[in-house]
T-cell receptor, first 110, second 111 residues
């Protein structure tokens, strides 16, 4: 199966700073998602983005499928952005099944 | 609002005592998933249903079973919980294409 690498593993920011999280895939994917896990453990779907660029408020994501990576941008970070960010990918005919990366633990300090 | 609901949110059981976790959805998605997540780890897929077809991951222990009586509901049965089964259990749903949507999870404690 595909391997998913996320970087950095940990990130500490001051409120208001911008950040970029990266996700690399060992093989081509045709399903790619970004999630935020809040302090209570729920995974929130941020983006479904197998290719291209999407924006939702202060968050945006870009996937370059041909180069097997995706980026998540967080602008003007807030303390509520803290948590773990996971990317996950799927490939082939069963691409609805996801392989998760190990996550990036983001801490935003006031 | 369309959503994925999990009950209970917290479950305490004794070593070896069977436990059932439930998941329901109002999204009318045809795929439902169960994940296990231990502290500081990524979610690990246990199995999924594509409509009524059950698909077990190769490394899912036999101790874990699942039932999907209809489109809306899915259950996770742990026949004889061990201390190593203490974890967060996450249910998710999706269509064949598009994003997966997760419930709030059930945190299982095994005494």
């Amino acid at each position: 199966g595909i391997q998913v690498e996320q970087s950095p593993p940990d990130l500490i920011l001051q409120e208001g700073a911008n950040s970029t999280l990266r996700c690399n895939f060992s093989d081509s994917v045709n399903n790619l998602q970004w999630f935020h896990q809040n302090p209570w453990g729920q995974l929130i779907n941020l983006f479904y983005i197998p290719s291209g660029t999407k924006q939702n408020g202060r968050l945006s994501a870009t996937t370059v499928a041909t180069e097997r990576y995706s980026l998540l941008y967080i602008s003007s970070s807030q303390t509520t952005d803290s948590g773990v960010y996971f990317c996950a990918g799927g490939s082939g005919g069963s691409n609805y099944k996801l392989t998760f990366g190990k996550g990036t633990l983001l801490t935003v300090n006031p | 609002d369309a959503m994925v609901i999990q009950n209970p949110r917290y479950q305490v059981t004794q070593f070896g005592k069977p436990v059932t976790l439930s998941c329901s959805q109002t999204l009318n998605h045809n795929v439902m998933y169960w994940y296990q997540q231990k502290s500081s780890q990524a979610p690990k897929l246990l199995f999924h249903y594509y409509d009524k077809d059950f698909n077990n991951e190769a490394d899912t222990p036999d101790n874990f079973q699942s039932r999907r009586p209809n489109t809306s509901f899915c259950f996770l049965d742990i026949r004889s919980p061990g201390l190593g089964d203490a974890a967060m259990y996450l249910c998710a749903t999706s269509r064949i294409t598009g994003g997966q949507f997760f419930g709030p999870g059930t945190r299982l404690t095994v005494l």
